[in-house]
């Protein structure tokens, strides 16, 4: 079936420092879709890419979808603690529109 | 903020018993979903639904029940509680569109003693 794999698994940085997580799909997906987790909370909808090649900023977040649609990253600029939790990918397509989640990416922040 | 609750958010019982986990939206979204996900870890799909008398099983499987009699209620039950089922429980909802992101409830944390 459809796998949806993040690396790196985790990450520790120092405030202040780049931070960046890659999402690879095993089937093209048709949209990828990114969440937070804060420690202890519930996922929470970062945003979506559509179009291959597609880049979005979000403030110091920035989103892309490869051109091929099987894979994205999400890189933070000069992390923050606030930026603390666990990044998931999700994706939908080929012959499913159920959304299937990463493996996620664990970040942790050092002040 | 998304209107969606989750009762209740924690849960320790003792094996064997019978469990109902709630999940109300109030945004009058048809999709419905049940995911279930240990600490840090990743999330797995255990239920969903698109609707009004609509249930499906997830990827992954789960002994545990589900029921879509109204548009905005959606309980998970397990009939009789293992310690494998100790894991936390998160409910989501989207609308119908295809690509609509899922909105998440706080999630009950359930232990099964």
């Known amino acids: 079936g459809q796998q949806v794999m993040q690396i790196p698994q985790y990450q520790h940085v120092q405030e202040g420092e780049d931070f960046t997580t890659y999402c690879n799909s095993s089937?093209?997906?048709?949209?990828i879709q990114w969440y937070k987790q804060r420690p202890g909370g519930h996922p929470v909808f970062l945003i979506q890419l559509v179009k291959s090649g597609e880049v979005k900023k979000q403030k110091r977040l920035t989103f892309q979808f490869g051109e091929a649609k099987k894979n994205s990253s999400l890189h933070i600029t000069a992390t923050q603690t606030t930026d603390v939790g666990t990044y998931f990918c999700?994706?939908?397509?080929?012959?499913?529109?159920?959304?299937?989640f990463g493996t996620g990416t664990r970040l942790q922040v050092f002040p | 903020e998304a209107d969606i609750y989750q009762t209740p958010r924690y849960l320790v019982i003792g094996t064997g018993k019978k469990i109902t986990l709630e999940c109300s939206q109030t945004?009058?979204?048809?999709?419905m979903y049940w995911y279930q996900q240990d600490p840090g870890m990743e999330l797995h799909l255990i239920h969903y639904?698109?609707?009004?008398?609509?249930?499906e099983k997830g990827d992954l499987s789960s002994e545990s029940t589900v029921s879509r009699i109204r548009t905005e209620h959606f309980p998970l039950t397990l009939e009789s509680a293992r310690p494998s089922h100790t894991s936390q429980y998160l409910c989501?909802?989207?609308?119908?569109?295809?690509?609509?992101?899922?909105?998440f409830g706080n999630g009950t944390r359930l232990t099964v003693t």
């Open positions: 999700a994706g939908q397509g080929g012959n499913t529109d159920k959304l299937i």
């Open positions: 945004m009058g979204h048809d999709k």
């Open positions: 989501a909802s989207s609308e119908g569109r295809y690509n609509s992101p899922l909105h």
């Open positions: 089937t093209t997906l048709s949209n």
């Open positions: 639904s698109y609707g009004v008398n609509s249930t």
